[in-house]
């Protein structure tokens, strides 16, 4: 559901929205939104709007499991990255695998890949996730590009 901050923007999401970014070895797991789904065709991370009652971890969880069948028995969280907008807020979550990960493409996703920090750029990036790749202190960038190959 549409919502509007007190910016004046519209954002995705009543209670506000988050998303679950994994890395490993430098690369980050991106998926290709579906044509059909809104910014189709851009790249970002699974995540989604956050159901009532529902926190920034469970909701970037469960979207991770809708969209790339990814079992949260395998993501460790290592921090989050928050995103304030007029009192609307998105939060990045920042994991690393635990062990071997099976991802599928599922809902609204048309591909996923690791994607080395430094190519992420040169990527369409879907707006809210290139705000938070450019913000100016660049949380997410050097997490992805500080992270190592994950024990498999
Ligand atoms: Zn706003």
Redesign the pocket.
């Known amino acids: 559901m549409w919502t509007?901050?007190?910016?004046?923007?519209a954002?995705w999401g009543r209670h506000g929205a988050a998303g679950l970014l994994l890395a490993r070895d430098g690369t980050a797991l991106l998926q290709l939104r579906a044509g059909w789904a809104h910014q189709g065709g851009t790249w970002s991370i699974p995540g989604g709007a956050l159901e009532r009652g529902e926190s920034p971890l469970e909701a970037a969880l469960r979207e991770a499991e809708e969209e790339l069948g990814l079992s949260s028995d395998v993501v460790d969280v290592r921090g989050t990255f928050l995103a304030e907008?007029?009192g609307?807020a998105y939060e990045t979550v920042l994991a690393e695998p635990l062990g071997v990960v099976h991802t599928r493409d599922r809902a609204e996703s048309d591909g996923h890949r690791w994607v080395p920090a430094d190519d992420v750029d040169a990527l369409p990036l879907h707006p809210a996730f290139r705000k938070a790749w450019d913000d100016p202190d660049g949380v997410i960038r050097a997490f992805v590009a500080g992270t190592s190959s994950a024990a498999a």
Do not use: K
């Open positions: 509007s901050c007190a910016a004046g923007h954002h907008c007029g609307w």
